[in-house]
């Protein structure tokens, strides 16, 4: 079966550092487009960072400068080092996958509409001010 974990999360007071990790499993990794999203109570859920298969990455523009994606094709992970983060950061932080969206040019092609997102359980990220 086809799925994403994801791990890591936790609490922190502003300035600190959080890794988050997202292992895949079943399915043909490499040929996917994975990241993290993440929701906020009230707030619609957003893009954070996302890596393509040919490694072209994605970042909000909120994150961007503290936050950095990468990725492991041999453990089949993703992993987000998030740093100098902010309460504005606390949410629901979702590992997703999707074969069908991309990264060109720096922009994000993701649209939920158009295909499956296979999504982790999640993992609560707290920044204290």
């Known amino acids: 079966q086809d799925q994403v974990s994801d791990f890591g999360g936790g609490s922190v007071q502003a300035g600190g550092s959080l890794n988050l990790s997202c292992t895949a499993s079943g399915y043909a990794y490499r040929s996917y487009c994975m990241g993290w999203f993440r929701e906020a109570p009230g707030k619609e859920r957003e893009g954070v960072a996302v890596i393509d298969s040919d490694g072209s990455i994605w970042y909000g523009d909120s994150v961007k400068g503290r936050f950095t994606i990468s990725k492991d094709n041999d453990k089949s992970t993703i992993y987000l080092d998030m740093n100098d983060l902010k309460s504005e950061d606390s949410g629901m932080y979702y590992c997703?996958?999707?074969?069908?969206?991309?990264?060109?040019?720096?922009?994000?092609?993701?649209?939920?509409?158009?295909?499956?997102?296979?999504w982790g359980q999640g993992t609560q990220v707290t920044v204290s001010s």
């Open positions: 997703a996958a999707a074969d069908w969206a991309t990264v060109v040019t720096g922009k994000l092609y993701w649209d939920m509409k158009r295909g499956k997102t296979n």
